[in-house]
C-alpha cells in the first residue's frame, strides 16, 4: 500500500504534508489513499473474492508519465540506438543491446522500434507476492501480490525512480493465486487488455 500511494504521490512532485502522514499511517484501503491525495484518479474496481481489486489504468499512467521532462527524449534515443545496429552486439553492454528489440514486430509487421515519430516505448512486467503479516514457523500464512512496470526505454539511474514505476494494482490474498491453473492471468486481465490496445492502437 504504501509504495502504491509513493508512486501516485511522485506523479504530482514533491509530497505534502497530508500526503506524507497518509503514507505514514499506510490505510489498509486503496479508497483511502484516493480520497486522501485528491487526484481523482478513476479507477475501476473488479470483483476478486474474498474483497474487491481496483486496477489504476495504463492509459491514465502513461501520459503522465510521458509528460516528464526528458522521458520522449530518452524512448527515442534508446529506438535509435537499436535500429543504428541492426545486428545485436555480442557482448551485451546496455539493455538496447539485447536480441528482442530486432525480433519484435509492431502490427503493421515492421519492426516495432521503427515508429518514426512515434514513440516507442518497452516495458518490464514484475509480479510478486509477499507474506504482509511476516512469517511464523510454519511459514506464510497470507500473501499479499503487487504488480509493478518498469519503462525499458530509460537509464538505469532513472529507471526505478517511483515516479517512473507504474503499479497497477495489488491484491491482498490470503492467497498466492495458483500457477498450474493459470489463476493469475485472470487479475492482469485488465492490465493485458490496455497494453494491448495501446500496442495496436498507441495512446495519444
Not at 478513476?42 to 489504476?56: D, G, L
Not at 509487421?109 to 507474506?131: A, I, Q, T, W, Y
Not at 510454519?138 to 503487487?146: A, L, M, V
Request: aromatic share 12%.
Amino acid at each position: 500500500m504504501k509504495l502504491y500511494g509513493s508512486a501516485v504521490a511522485a506523479l504530482g512532485g514533491q509530497s505534502t504534508l497530508l500526503q506524507e502522514r497518509a503514507l505514514d499511517a499506510i490505510p489498509a484501503q486503496v479508497e483511502t489513499v484516493e480520497n486522501r491525495f485528491d487526484l481523482g484518479i478513476e479507477t475501476t474496481t473488479y470483483a476478486v473474492c474474498p474483497a474487491s481489486y481496483e486496477y489504476y489504468p495504463f492509459p491514465q499512467w502513461f501520459a503522465q508519465f510521458v509528460a516528464q521532462p526528458g522521458v520522449q527524449q530518452y524512448a527515442k534515443r534508446f529506438c535509435d540506438e537499436v535500429h543504428d545496429s541492426p545486428e545485436p552486439p555480442a557482448d551485451k553492454v546496455h539493455t538496447w543491446d539485447g536480441d528482442i528489440y530486432r525480433m519484435l514486430l509492431g502490427p503493421d509487421g515492421k519492426l516495432f522500434v521503427d515508429g518514426g515519430e512515434e514513440g516507442r516505448f518497452f516495458f518490464l512486467l514484475h509480479v510478486d507476492f509477499f507474506s504482509s503479516e511476516g512469517t511464523t514457523g510454519r511459514g506464510k500464512y497470507r500473501s499479499t501480490g503487487i504488480a509493478s512496470m518498469r519503462c525499458l526505454n530509460l537509464p538505469l539511474h532513472l529507471r526505478d525512480d517511483i515516479r517512473n514505476v507504474y503499479i497497477p494494482g495489488f491484491w491482498l490474498g490470503p492467497k498466492e493465486p495458483s500457477s498450474p491453473d493459470a489463476q493469475l492471468a485472470h487479475l492482469l486481465q485488465p492490465l493485458i487488455s490496455d497494453l494491448e490496445t495501446a500496442y495496436t492502437r498507441g495512446i495519444r
